[in-house]
């Protein structure tokens, strides 16, 4: 599933409160930012609490401790 409903400016990550990065957040165009292109999986994103879900994208840093937890893919 593809997340462009993520993009509604909110700038910090849902599950660990640091700045996500996303490019909506800094005025650049959703589509150059490096959470489009990457793929978040189903269970990370079942980790983050309902009334942000859609709305803040996962910072690179959840993504990585998440592959590592889960191995490499
Ligand atoms: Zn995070």
């Given at each position: 599933m593809t997340h462009p409903d993520s993009h509604t400016g909110e700038d910090t990550c849902p599950l660990c409160g640091q700045a996500n990065g996303c490019a909506v957040t800094a005025?650049?165009?959703?589509?150059?930012?490096?959470c489009m292109t990457a793929r978040i999986p189903q269970a990370l994103r079942d980790r983050v609490p309902a009334e942000r879900l859609g709305k803040a994208c996962i910072c690179r840093d959840c993504l990585e401790a998440y592959r590592k937890e889960n191995g490499s893919h």
């Open positions: 005025g650049e165009d959703p589509y150059s930012c490096w």
